[in-house]
């Protein structure tokens, strides 16, 4: 039965390709197939900088709206609440302007790969070539911007090296080769930008589930077991159990992480004709199905 979800489908078109890229080994065509992986990881990526701003946000007015009924309990000046929420909206702000930053730069992420797919399939490769340079070049103009965005103190550019060159093997396409040579390297290091703010962006949502847990930890236990004056729950132990045993969630932006490090991987082994290239490039379209996956998951208000 043919699957009517769209991102089913490019899945099996992709993991088709790799089945029969996997019969001859490393070769220009596995480029093709690298390039539809990257496709659908860059069409995912902005959808991935929403949630989290609307993660952030949201924490961040729950952490808003706990302070004020805590200074109505203790009849304590607002003030303090206003210049709190003046700063995170400047905050949030500058935070929307990088993100906008980032979808850009998937945004020539995207026409890059369209381009490469059509390179490494000998059609038309000399405009395609031109054109997958092009792009190349529009990333790496894009990363000035990128290494001056800073997380809670902490700039990119501080926390990604980038490589210098990129080694290509021989390969039958020489347009495909010959644009490896020269702008491998720039593709490399863009898709692993993303991948660092998807990291520090990690960090952030790390940062706001402790937080809730906290929260969680001083309503369901610690206020019940401090109040002497009534009886404890019976199920305050259990209660307990449970918080204690959370797991950490799956959500899009640990996905989008492991599919970027999957990219930035097949880049590398099948410039160098390495064994296993086809492999790392599975492992990428599994990443990229739990990117979907997980988006998918986070639009209907639940987190896996």
């Known amino acids: 039965m043919e699957s009517t979800n769209p991102f089913g489908r490019f899945l099996l078109s992709v993991a088709y390709a790799v089945a029969l890229a996997a019969c001859s080994g490393p070769q220009t065509k596995d480029f093709a197939v ?110 000035p911007a990128i290494n001056n965005i800073t997380i809670k103190d902490t700039p990119i550019s501080g926390l990604f090296k980038p490589i210098t060159q990129l080694g290509v093997s021989v390969l039958q396409n020489k347009f495909l080769k010959e644009h490896l040579e020269q702008h491998g390297a720039t593709v490399w290091n863009a898709i692993g930008l993303q991948r660092e703010m998807f990291v520090e962006l990690r960090k952030l949502e790390r940062d706001e589930e402790s937080k809730i847990w906290r929260q969680r930890e001083k309503v369901e236990l610690a206020k019940p077991i401090a109040d002497l004056q009534t009886t404890l729950p019976p199920s305050w132990g259990q209660q307990r159990l449970a918080l204690l045993t959370i797991s950490s969630s799956e959500t899009p932006i640990t996905a989008a992480i492991e599919a970027a490090e999957g990219l930035q991987q097949n880049l590398q082994s099948l410039s160098h004709n390495q064994s296993g290239a086809i492999d790392q490039l599975e492992r990428s379209i599994m990443w990229i199905d739990a990117l979907l996956n997980a988006i998918e998951t986070s639009k209907r208000g639940v987190k896996q």
């Not at 860059?42 to 993660?55: G, I």
């Not at 949201?58 to 808003?64: C, H, P, R, V």
């Open 34 to 143: 690298f390039a539809n992986a990257g496709h659908g990881f860059v069409e995912q990526a902005p959808h991935v900088y929403d949630y989290a701003f609307v993660q952030e946000v949201n924490a961040d007015s729950a952490q808003l709206m706990a302070d004020r009924q805590l200074a109505i309990t203790l009849s304590t000046s607002v003030r303090a609440l206003e210049q709190t929420l003046i700063a995170r909206d400047d905050l949030f702000r500058q935070r929307l302007d990088q993100f906008n930053i980032m979808k850009k730069h998937a945004l020539f992420l995207r026409g890059y790969f369209i381009a490469l797919g059509t390179l490494a399939s000998d059609a038309q490769a000399a405009q395609a070539g031109q054109a997958a340079d092009n792009f190349a070049m529009q990333l790496g103009s894009l990363a």
